[in-house]
């Protein structure tokens, strides 16, 4: 009873959300000659965002800090039937997927793509350890469970990948619902971008891919399988990729940036 009433009244916030979320449905709209969806998740994140900057003393309240630990602690719980879901969507689909199984892999590679070019940008604007956090990956489980255990998530290192997990989260979704379109538009394969909606966060791959099924519904289910697959090794391989790849080069490229930047070779911060 006690923990009804202290998260009842986020729980109902939350099912108001998705309610309205749900009656406005997906809304399409042209930006030049492309045609870009918005999902109603992507609505509902807006509307939990304006929620919050009411000046309203009784949604302050619910969205106090131990409310917003107890939902994000249970999202995993949410998140399972929608991979149960993908992974059903997999099997029909896998010996179209098997037969481009290499691009997958080479689809991991991607990641390190947050380290080459973020590293050196958060370099200089002035971050240091927090950097390290900040561009290991996208910021989502798999690079958190890695740094909370490494470095804790009280290090500048901890900050720096708990600031990309929670602008992942509040706005991953909304700028994928558009980026999928958009390169859809300037001429990519549909399963190009189905492939490239992987990157390792459920909220962010079903943004992409249900937007772009929207708008090339014949092939929504070879999108949707595509972009399961590729999420299901984002978590699996893409595990290993950091572990053996990105963390080597993100410790090169720190020493050596930092070396360059502080005219003086800054000792890749290791913590017992």
């Known amino acids: ?55 309203l003393k009784p949604i302050k309240q619910l969205y106090n800090d131990k409310r917003v630990k107890f939902a994000g602690k249970y999202m995993i719980l949410i998140m399972l039937p929608l991979m149960a879901r993908y992974g059903a969507n997999v ?11 290499w691009v997958f892999l080479i689809h ?21 350890q927090e950097a390290i956090g900040s561009t290991l990956g996208l910021g989502r489980e798999g690079e958190l469970a890695y740094i909370s255990e490494k470095y804790t998530l009280d290090s500048p290192e901890g900050r720096g990948v708990l600031g990309i997990y929670l602008i992942g989260t509040i706005f991953g979704s909304i700028v994928f619902s558009i980026l999928a379109p958009v390169l859809l538009g300037m001429g990519f ?45 984002t978590s699996f391989i893409g595990t290993y990729i950091m572990y053996f790849l990105a963390v080597p080069l993100q410790r090169f490229m720190y020493v050596h940036l930092t070396s360059l930047l502080d005219k003086k070779k800054e000792v890749y911060p290791e913590h017992d």
């Open 108 to 128: 991991e590679l991607g990641n390190l793509g947050t380290i080459l070019f973020g590293l050196p940008v958060a370099l200089l604007l002035g971050l240091r």
């Open 91 to 101: 099997a029909p689909k896998i010996n179209e997927i098997l037969s481009v199984g």
């Open 189 to 233: 394969s549909y399963q190009a971008v189905a492939m490239s909606s992987g990157v390792g966060s459920s909220s962010m791959m079903t943004a992409a891919s249900s937007a772009l099924a929207a708008l090339v519904p014949k092939h929504s289910e070879t999108i949707l399988s595509f972009a399961a697959a590729s999420q299901l090794l």
């Open 1 to 55: 009873m006690k923990s009804l009433k202290n998260y009842g009244p986020l729980i109902i916030l939350v099912l108001l959300i998705d309610t309205i979320a749900e009656l406005i449905g997906m809304q399409v709209f042209k930006i030049g000659k492309v045609e870009v969806s918005i999902l109603p998740l992507v609505s509902a994140v807006i509307l939990a965002i304006i929620i919050y900057l009411l000046p």
